[in-house]
Nanobody
Framework: QVQLVESGGGLVQAGGSLRLSCAASGSTFTINALGWYRQAPGKQRELVARISSGGSTNYADSVKGRFTISRDNAKNTVYLQMNSLKPEDTAVYYC????????????WGQGTQVTVSS
């Protein structure tokens, strides 16, 4: 089992910045990729950014150039630096850990609210 605990959400004005953190514990050796998803009211959960165990990253088009995902393997922590925030970035942000073995499985954090005011 893997447990994920997010922190760093909050209220910020448009154009501002926030950094989200997600600390993983438990069977962290089973984790392959780590990522951040978000879900706005009335919308489906969507991928924001993902980083593989080798450090490869991919981003949603809507956040490219503004958000940066990184991971500290020694601390089992993944970060999401969010700059130039827009009101449309308002959502609950969820940390995700992808396990490949013994079977594909996704772990989720409890979510952290990010609200961007205009």
């Amino acid at each position: 089992q893997v447990q994920l605990v997010e922190s760093g959400g909050g209220l910020v004005q448009a154009g501002g910045s926030l950094r989200l953190s997600c600390a993983a514990s438990g069977s962290t050796f089973t984790i392959n990729a780590l990522g951040w998803y978000r879900q706005a009211p009335g919308k489906q959960r969507e991928l924001v950014a993902r980083i593989s165990s080798g450090g490869s990253t991919n981003y949603a088009d809507s956040v490219k150039g503004r958000f940066t995902i990184s991971r500290d393997n020694a601390k089992n922590t993944v970060y999401l630096q969010m700059n130039s925030l827009k009101p449309e970035d308002t959502a609950v942000y969820y940390c995700n850990a992808e396990r490949l073995a013994p079977s594909l499985y996704d772990y989720w954090g409890q979510g952290t609210q990010v609200t961007v005011s205009s």
